[in-house]
């Protein structure tokens, strides 16, 4: 890692490592992972948005329940550009998720320049690698969802802090323009996901506590909270434009936040079993490495002086890791919970080792800290590769199969989706309607609708959620679906 290159090499070097992100960002992106529930919601909204112009899942053909109360675990970072890109190119797997590819590609550029002005270019192309071969980066970007989404604009306002911070805080041009940036970026983050919208500011709060005396300047924070407030305005004016509906929005983000698939289950018990996982289960024991690696050197860098001080940027950063980690152990114990935290501990991974190299004078110690991240980004490209749900090696057809059938479908011909809104975006075209719930969170459509024989197709996941009359259907299997197409003449 002390290996200087020259200029001309480096770039060479940059210039493979991004190749090797745009070829693994897109490698079979509308393949893996397979459409699901809560992708299937943010999709068919921004279809919606983009086609008719309403936030809403549509219940039948020019009928539409709205979602601007309910759409609140991914918002208008994710929606907006979605709705755009289907509005451009059509409905489509592919349409949906390029904003997200691109999403993902912005959080690498962003991860290099963060780290390699703060660290420098090895820690940075390290960095860029691990997030590279972290397939969790995959499963959780490629999909309309707000994770990744939230990560990109939270490290950017992180990068401008660390511009903000070597400005001084001055009163002058540039600080102004780095502050009212700074916070214009975080407060795309904290209105992208719930988890982003509540951790953020507290983690800005706790921040602004410990580095206000250092801020020489103080009236440049205004410009700050002036950045943040304007997206978070937007936010509230589509979800919780009245009390009520803010009330509402904090009972929910606390439901979801709680254990929901073990409502009964005591808080101190749900604790307790999801942080055993992280000394029990592969990827919260990574987590639980790399966070005890990079406190270990936080703590080196603070007590002994070790490189420059603690940046704003880091502090903050590390404020929502720990933030992430706590609300995550009160929930579900899914390891979507915890990915934001996750991802962002790869910032600090590399020059973390770097700084505990510095710790131990044996040079066969140093170089054994050496080969950690190399072996940790082959070991996860392994997984990735090999082992992981978005594998290389393994075929996954779900996808392709559910649009070659769905896309043939006349446009003329009545289609009913009973259950599966992730599915509705391979349809071409607009003649059908749904019914779909999230169990006591919303419901859409008529559940009684099934008992109709009046459309051509129907698509359900599964035979026993409905009541309608087989014998005028042909039932096929379709993935984990059942796809039935009316038999001709039959009432």
């Given at each position: 890692?002390?290996?200087?290159?020259?200029e001309?090499k480096?770039?060479?070097?940059l210039?493979l490592?991004?190749?090797l992100?745009?070829?693994?960002?897109?490698?079979?992106?509308?393949?893996?992972?397979?459409?699901?529930v809560?992708?299937g919601?943010?999709?068919?909204?921004?279809?919606?948005l983009a086609?008719?112009g309403?936030?809403?899942i549509?219940?039948a053909?020019?009928?539409?329940f709205?979602m601007?109360n309910?759409?609140?675990?991914?918002s208008?970072?994710?929606?907006f550009?979605?709705?755009?890109?289907?509005?451009l190119?059509?409905?489509?797997?592919?349409?949906?998720?390029l904003?997200m590819?691109?999403?993902?590609?912005?959080?690498?550029?962003l991860?290099?320049?963060?780290?390699?002005k703060?660290?420098?270019?090895?820690p940075?192309?390290?960095?860029?690698l691990?997030l590279?071969?972290f397939?969790?980066?995959?499963?959780?970007?490629?999909p309309?969802?707000?994770?990744v989404?939230?990560?990109?604009f939270?490290v950017?306002?992180?990068l401008?802090?660390?511009?903000?911070?070597?400005?001084s805080?001055?009163?002058?041009?540039?600080?102004?323009?780095?502050?009212?940036?700074?916070g214009?970026?975080?407060?795309?983050?904290?209105?992208?996901?719930?988890?982003f919208l509540?951790?953020?500011?507290?983690?800005?709060?706790i921040?602004?506590?410990?580095w206000?005396?250092k801020?020489?300047?103080?009236k440049?924070?205004w410009?700050?909270?002036?950045?943040?407030?304007?997206?978070v305005?937007?936010?509230a004016?589509i979800?919780v434009?009245?009390?009520d509906?803010?009330?509402i929005f904090?009972?929910?983000s606390?439901?979801l936040a709680?254990?929901?698939?073990?409502?009964a289950?005591?808080?101190?018990?749900?604790?307790?079993?999801?942080f055993?996982r992280?000394?029990?289960?592969?990827?919260p024991?990574?987590f639980?490495?790399?966070?005890?690696?990079?406190?270990t050197?936080?703590s080196?860098?603070?007590?002994?002086?070790?490189n420059?001080t603690?940046s704003i940027?880091e502090?903050?950063?590390?404020?929502?890791?720990?933030?992430n980690l706590?609300?995550?152990?009160?929930g579900?114990?899914w390891?979507?919970?915890?990915?934001?935290?996750h991802?962002?501990?790869y910032?600090?991974?590399?020059a973390?080792i770097?700084?505990?190299?510095?710790?131990?004078?044996?040079?066969?110690?140093?170089?054994m800290?050496f080969?950690?991240p190399?072996?940790l980004?082959?070991?996860q490209?392994?997984h990735l590769?090999f082992?992981?749900?978005?594998?290389?090696?393994?075929k996954?057809?779900?996808?392709?199969?559910l649009?070659?059938?769905?896309?043939e479908?006349?446009?003329?011909?009545k289609?009913?989706?009973?259950g599966?809104?992730?599915?509705v975006?391979?349809?071409?075209?607009d003649?059908?309607?749904?019914?779909?719930s999230?169990?006591?969170?919303?419901e859409?459509?008529?559940k009684n609708?099934?008992?109709s024989?009046?459309?051509?197709?129907i698509?359900?996941?599964s035979l026993?959620?409905?009541?309608?009359?087989?014998?005028?259907?042909?039932?096929?299997?379709?993935g984990?679906?059942f796809f039935l197409?009316k038999?001709?003449?039959?009432?």
């Amino acid at each position: 890692m002390d290996i200087i290159f020259s200029e001309k090499k480096e770039k060479i070097i940059l210039f493979l490592v991004f190749v090797l992100a745009i070829f693994l960002i897109t490698f079979h992106f509308t393949d893996t992972p397979k459409v699901w529930v809560d992708e299937g919601v943010f999709t068919e909204t921004a279809k919606n948005l983009a086609m008719h112009g309403t936030l809403g899942i549509q219940t039948a053909q020019g009928e539409f329940f709205s979602m601007r109360n309910f759409l609140l675990s991914t918002s208008y970072p994710v929606i907006f550009p979605v709705a755009l890109s289907l509005k451009l190119f059509g409905a489509g797997l592919w349409q949906a998720r390029l904003p997200m590819i691109i999403y993902m590609f912005i959080l690498v550029v962003l991860f290099y320049f963060f780290v390699r002005k703060k660290y420098g270019f090895h820690p940075a192309i390290l960095s860029v690698l691990m997030l590279l071969s972290f397939s969790p980066f995959y499963g959780n970007g490629r999909p309309v969802q707000g994770e990744v989404p939230g990560l990109v604009f939270l490290v950017f306002g992180a990068l401008l802090l660390l511009y903000l911070e070597e400005s001084s805080f001055r009163d002058n041009y540039h600080s102004k323009k780095w502050a009212i940036l700074s916070g214009l970026a975080f407060g795309l983050s904290a209105s992208t996901k719930p988890i982003f919208l509540v951790i953020l500011p507290i983690s800005l709060l706790i921040t602004l506590f410990f580095w206000i005396k250092k801020v020489e300047n103080r009236k440049i924070l205004w410009f700050f909270v002036l950045g943040f407030i304007l997206p978070v305005i937007l936010w509230a004016f589509i979800h919780v434009s009245t009390v009520d509906l803010f009330l509402i929005f904090i009972s929910k983000s606390f439901h979801l936040a709680s254990n929901i698939d073990s409502p009964a289950t005591p808080l101190i018990k749900t604790i307790f079993t999801n942080f055993l996982r992280f000394f029990t289960e592969s990827t919260p024991i990574l987590f639980s490495f790399l966070f005890c690696t990079v406190v270990t050197a936080l703590s080196f860098r603070f007590f002994k002086k070790i490189n420059e001080t603690f940046s704003i940027a880091e502090y903050l950063i590390l404020s929502f890791i720990i933030l992430n980690l706590l609300t995550y152990l009160a929930g579900t114990g899914w390891y979507r919970y915890f990915f934001p935290a996750h991802t962002l501990l790869y910032l600090f991974f590399p020059a973390s080792i770097l700084v505990l190299s510095q710790v131990f004078k044996k040079k066969v110690l140093k170089n054994m800290l050496f080969v950690i991240p190399i072996a940790l980004i082959l070991f996860q490209f392994y997984h990735l590769i090999f082992l992981s749900d978005t594998s290389f090696t393994i075929k996954r057809t779900r996808n392709y199969e559910l649009a070659k059938t769905l896309s043939e479908i006349n446009p003329s011909q009545k289609v009913l989706f009973y259950g599966v809104v992730e599915t509705v975006i391979f349809l071409k075209g607009d003649n059908y309607s749904q019914y779909f719930s999230m169990g006591d969170f919303f419901e859409a459509g008529n559940k009684n609708i099934s008992n109709s024989s009046d459309f051509d197709f129907i698509l359900i996941d599964s035979l026993k959620n409905a009541n309608f009359q087989l014998y005028c259907y042909n039932t096929n299997p379709l993935g984990r679906y059942f796809f039935l197409q009316k038999i001709k003449g039959c009432h």
